[in-house]
């Protein structure tokens, strides 16, 4: 138990260095990505210990996650399409 919540947590410190301290959108994504799935790794833990219900919650967060990727997508590639770069700091104004 205490090397998956060990796994959880260094995923977790992965996926919030790389939103600190990237601009660019799309390794956002891929911080918060690996943030929700470090909860689903403990949320899986958890269950196996005290209560299989929080296998339903683990599913929620991935379909959360899944819909959460594609409008961000979605959105970057229509942020790429006019402005030809997805770095957030070049970006002042998204009214178009």
């Known amino acids: 138990m205490q090397f998956f919540l060990?796994?959880?947590?260094?995923l977790f410190c992965i996926g919030l260095g790389i939103v600190l301290t990237k601009r660019q959108a799309v390794m956002w994504l891929v911080g918060i990505?690996?943030?929700l799935n470090a909860a689903n790794?403990?949320?899986?833990?958890?269950?196996?210990?005290?209560?299989p219900t929080?296998?339903?919650f683990a599913l929620f967060v991935m379909v959360i996650?899944?819909?959460e990727a594609c409008i961000i997508?979605?959105?970057?590639?229509?942020l790429y399409k006019q402005h030809k770069h997805t770095?957030?700091?070049q970006l002042n104004e998204l009214k178009h």
């Open 6 to 10: 060990g796994i959880g947590a260094i």
């Open 33 to 35: 990505e690996l943030m």
């Open 41 to 51: 790794i403990n949320l899986v833990v958890f269950s196996k210990l005290y209560d």
């Open 54 to 56: 929080n296998q339903l």
């Open 65 to 67: 996650a899944v819909a």
């Open 73 to 78: 997508l979605a959105l970057l590639l229509m």
């Open 87 to 89: 770095n957030i700091d």
